[in-house]
């Protein structure tokens, strides 16, 4: 996944304000480049797991569609546990063609921003190139 620093602080931002609940928001552009960021709301308001509320997501991906983009990436936080998916995480990570980003909190100071793909085959770690 490519993306510029700019949307990098932004999903940093976005995770720090929300904490000490999981922050979540979806990412576009184009193949593995990202474009354009969206916050979004935690529908479950919880500091251990998030879910997109769906006619947000819907909205989304509207205006996605409507700017001829395509989803990248889903992004979330964990303000207090590693940048790994978690059993959840990955039980409901329903496109296995988009980057998952979490974002870890653990160290307030050194957030860490890591990527995966996580498809029935498993999870794997992407490469993030950020310019
Ligand atoms: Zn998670």
């Given at each position: ?5 700019k949307?990098?602080?932004e ?6 304000e ?17 474009l ?12 251990t797991?998030y879910?997109?509320d ?51 909190l653990?160290d307030?100071d ?20 950020v310019?």
């Amino acid at each position: 996944m490519q993306i510029e620093g700019k949307y990098l602080s932004e999903m940093i931002s976005h995770a720090r304000e929300d904490a000490p609940r999981e922050a979540c928001g979806i990412l576009a552009g184009t193949g593995h480049r990202v474009l354009r960021i969206y916050r979004a709301r935690n529908a479950q308001r919880s500091p251990t797991s998030y879910s997109l509320d769906p006619e947000e997501q819907y909205r989304i991906f509207r205006d996605i569609e409507d700017r001829g983009l395509e989803l990248v990436g889903i992004y979330h936080s964990h303000p207090s546990s590693p940048a790994t998916p978690s059993d959840t995480d990955i039980e409901q990570a329903y496109y296995p063609e988009v980057s998952y980003v979490v974002i870890s909190l653990a160290d307030p100071d050194e957030p860490q921003v890591r990527v995966f793909r996580i498809t029935e085959e498993g999870v794997a770690e992407e490469d993030m190139l950020v310019v």
